[in-house]
């Protein structure tokens, strides 16, 4: 049975979901998007992704087209049709649809399009076993605090990892810092202390990310924001990723370095539980 998914106003199956030729996602990938994961059929942490998505909006101009509580009662509507235990709503708006043009149109509708997918959110087997990441330049353009429709270099740098027998990649920039992973925010642990860059135009403000620092602050463990480099990475004592759809997932090796005892350790697995749980206490 196929889905059902939104595109501009309406419910319509999958394969007969169309956008213009024209959208501007679609040409220059001016738009924007948001994935909310989704747990026994409710959401989680949808608010801030939405604030998320409308400080997007704004940051490159684009209006809104529709407000955040409609915006839910799709992404509700869509679990509902869709039968959605477990997985993401995924949306996106861009520009819209006008004749090819690099200035912004000056008649133009904003497109909004939703889906939904299937995913194994909580049972992870990644985030049991911990996964391998390897490091590549980070060439992404200067505003990647800003969730843009524009993947092209985490889809090199996920494609770079396939290609070398591992899960994922992080990004490092000319300094030799790591900035984030390709699609979740990079940590690492040493001596009791959670270290995590901080936040800046280099990187998105994740939403699981806030989440998890605050959740860690309150239960007595130190956050440190600052740079570190991949040698430190590969010395520390745990390491580990977040996101909307891995939630807190450690990482026991780096270009081929073992971190810490190799396998996952206590700080992520804690965190982990604790951010689930939370989750599952404020979904909507």
Same mark, same amino acid.
């Given at each position: 049975m196929s889905r059902t998914v939104y595109v501009n106003g309406e419910f319509v199956a999958e394969e007969a979901a169309k956008i213009s030729v024209f959208d501007r996602g679609f040409i220059f990938a001016d738009g924007v998007y948001e994935v909310s994961s989704v747990i026994g059929g409710k959401l989680i942490d949808n608010a801030a992704h939405l604030a998320r998505l409308a400080r997007s909006c704004k940051a490159l101009s684009i209006d809104l087209p529709a407000s955040g509580d409609e915006i839910t009662a799709i992404q509700k509507e869509l679990i509902t049709r869709n039968d959605l235990d477990e997985g993401v709503v995924y949306l996106q708006v861009t520009r819209g649809a006008a004749d090819r043009d690099f200035p912004f149109p000056k008649v133009a509708t904003p497109s909004l399009v939703m889906f939904t997918q299937v995913k194994t959110l909580v049972a992870s087997k990644a985030a049991e076993a911990g =996964?391998?990441?390897?490091?590549?330049? /980070?060439? !992404?353009? $200067? !505003?990647?605090? =800003?969730?843009? @429709? #524009?993947?092209? $270099?985490? +889809?090199?740098?996920? #494609?770079?990892?396939?290609d070398a027998g @591992? /899960?994922?990649?992080?990004? +490092? /920039?000319?300094?030799? /810092?790591?900035?984030? $992973?390709?699609? &979740?925010?990079?940590y690492i642990v040493k001596d009791g202390r959670i270290i995590t860059r901080a936040l800046s135009t280099a990187l998105l403000p994740g939403i699981t990310r806030a989440s998890v620092v605050k959740l860690a602050a309150e239960t007595g463990m130190t956050i440190e924001e600052r740079p570190f480099t991949v040698a430190e990475a590969q010395g520390a004592d745990e390491a580990f990723v977040t996101s909307a759809t891995t939630f807190v997932t450690p990482v026991i090796r780096i270009d081929g370095a073992k971190v810490g005892a190799g396998?996952? $350790?206590? +700080?992520?697995? !804690?965190? !982990?539980? =604790?951010? =689930? &749980?939370?989750?599952?206490?404020?979904? @909507?």
């Open positions: =996964i391998r990441v390897i490091t590549t330049p /980070d060439l !992404r353009w $200067g !505003r990647c605090d =800003i969730k843009t @429709v #524009q993947l092209l $270099g985490a +889809v090199l740098a996920k #494609q770079a990892a396939a @591992v /899960d994922d990649a992080w990004f +490092v /920039d000319a300094g030799g /810092d790591v900035t984030e $992973g390709s699609s &979740n925010n990079a396998t996952p $350790g206590p +700080v992520a697995r !804690r965190l !982990r539980e =604790i951010y =689930i &749980n939370h989750a599952l206490k404020t979904a @909507v």
